[in-house]
């Protein structure tokens, strides 16, 4: 019994709601209408591939893939984790690119003005591709939070952000990735867009000391689950047949 | 206590924020170095079979302001109407073709492009034929799910006048949100494709 069949009804009161009025760009940028529902066709259970040949050996290494002079400032983590989808299965051959804050909680981007510091030696990007069993690591320093024009004061907690391609363009997703222990997690108008605690919960990453490298870096755990799809078993009689 | 199913819920989604360029076009946004080319630039490559088109258009808020900061993917058939993908079951695409273009819109402009090849027919769930089309797919500060939607082509009417996903949008008006018109640049035919966020013209996004 394989799983080819069309993917499971995405669970909208899992995920945000498209108007957010906390969060005050979601407001111009929500469709009012109801999303029109699409029993999936073939254009939306294929999605491109991508090989591990296109992926150079620095690329899930963030402390070295922009250093210049040196290694960048900041607590050095290892995020490891396995991407898997609703059925529990895993999901190898998964392209995941991540960006995230240097330590200070600065991005490198023409168009962020916060006052703290670029750091010359951190670009602040990379990739990998899940192996046969799911998994993915890559090494990186800690962001930092930052303001952001919300509110007069809002901050963000520690993030990292994940872009990950499933097996088929109906599972394409992007989130963010949070630490174990931020306060300032509950109190982000962005993550508070999740109605359900336990769906924010989700998107928190465990601190794991059994895959710390010693005098090296904290490892923290962080596993993503793509849409599943029914078996050929289960897949619904076509119509017309 | 009835039985536990053994299901995973999908990880819930977040904002792909003001700098998803650094994620995912790096070079484009400065950050050269880290590899020579951004995924997604080449949709078809000089040798694909088919019509060379250029899809352009902008990304439109609720107020008409075009987004300076979103990021679009699209996913497309190649000319025979076969996808470039291990789930292809059908039979062998174009390897000319990769299918997957990804750009961000532009920082002055809010103006999105691809130069790509236009796509063939692809069979809906019960063999008929869908209308030519592309998938889209829209991230951006303040989107807060990625928005899934199609564009057709507006010099296909009789293909748009029979496709099985356009006959299930109930307000009529509202078939023309998807529908791109045709136009020329350089003798090269250009598609433009303007996606409303919100408002009286607002495109008919999915739930796939």
């Known amino acids: 019994m394989s799983d080819q069949g069309s993917f499971y009804q995405r669970d909208r009161s899992w995920h945000p709601a498209a108007f957010t009025p906390q969060y005050k760009t979601s407001v111009l940028r929500s469709p009012q209408y109801p999303l029109l529902s699409l029993d999936n066709t073939v254009s939306e259970m294929t999605g491109p591939r991508f090989g591990h040949g296109k992926i150079g050996p620095l690329d899930n290494d963030l402390i070295r893939n922009y250093a210049k002079t040196g290694d960048p400032i900041g607590q050095r983590i290892i995020v490891y984790g396995r991407v898997l989808d609703e059925n529990a299965r895993p999901v190898p051959s998964a392209l995941l690119e991540f960006w995230q804050a240097n330590a200070g909680g600065r991005y490198r981007h023409k168009k962020e003005t916060y006052l703290a510091a670029i750091d010359p030696n951190f670009g602040g990007c990379g990739r990998t591709i899940t192996d046969e069993e799911g998994r993915y690591w890559f090494r990186t320093i800690k962001p930092g939070a930052y303001p952001w024009p919300n509110g007069v004061n809002d901050w963000r907690p520690a993030h990292i952000h994940f872009s990950i391609f499933g097996h088929a363009f109906a599972q394409r997703l992007i989130t963010q990735m949070y630490f174990e222990g931020d306060p300032m997690i509950w109190q982000c108008p962005i993550v508070t867009t999740i109605p359900d605690k336990a769906a924010v919960e989700q998107l928190i990453a465990a601190l794991d000391r059994n895959g710390t490298l010693p005098m090296d870096a904290l490892a923290y755990k962080f596993d993503i689950v793509l849409r599943g799809r029914r078996s050929t078993m289960f897949e619904n009689r076509m119509e017309g047949n | ?208």
């Open chain 2, 1 to 208: 206590m009835v039985q536990k199913l053994r299901t995973l819920k999908e990880s819930p989604s977040q904002t792909a924020g003001p700098y998803v360029h650094i994620g995912t076009t790096p070079n484009w946004i400065g950050i050269t170095g880290l590899w020579d080319e951004d995924l997604g630039r080449i949709v078809a490559s000089p040798d694909a079979r088919g019509e060379r088109i250029v899809i352009k258009g902008h990304v439109l808020d609720g107020s008409g302001t075009p987004l300076k900061d979103a990021l679009i993917e699209i996913w497309q058939a190649d000319a025979n109407g076969l996808y470039n993908s291990p789930e292809e079951k059908r039979g062998q695409a174009d390897p000319n073709v990769s299918g997957w273009g990804r750009q961000p819109t532009d920082g002055v402009t809010g103006e999105y492009r691809f130069e790509t090849i236009k796509p063939g027919r692809v069979s809906y769930r019960d063999g008929r034929p869908m209308a030519p089309h592309v998938t889209f797919w829209i991230v951006a500060r303040g989107i807060n799910v990625g928005l899934h939607t199609r564009m057709y082509f507006g010099d296909e009417e009789a293909a748009n006048a029979e496709c099985p996903v356009l006959a299930r949008i109930e307000q009529k008006h509202r078939i023309q949100t998807l529908i791109a018109s045709r136009g020329e640049e350089n003798g090269v035919p250009t598609y433009t494709f303007d996606i409303h966020l919100q408002g009286e013209k607002e495109t008919v996004f999915f739930d796939i």
